[in-house]
């Protein structure tokens, strides 16, 4: 199983920059404890799914 970005030490993330630029890259999850977000579910404790972006093209 993933270690959920939840539980990352800042240490983590310091020396995992490239991984972690994948893992939120396009995020269509977020976390509902701590408000993290990702691509896939499974890099979160809590994770719910966001509302799909209908507004996205800025047509203002």
């Known amino acids: 199983m993933v270690k ?5 030490k ?4 310091e020396n995992h920059l490239h991984e972690l630029w994948h ?4 995020p269509r999850h ?3 404890d ?5 691509h896939t579910k499974g890099y979160l404790c809590k994770p719910i799914k966001l509302p ?3 507004h996205s093209d800025n047509k203002g």
Do not use: F, M, N
Not at 10 to 13: D, H, I, M, S, Y
Not at 23 to 26: Q, R, S, Y
């Open 52 to 54: 799909h972006d209908t």
């Open 34 to 38: 701590c408000a993290r977000a990702s």
């Open 10 to 13: 800042k240490k983590e993330v």
């Open 4 to 8: 959920s970005l939840c539980k990352w």
């Open 23 to 26: 893992i939120v890259d396009k």
């Open 30 to 32: 977020i976390c509902k």
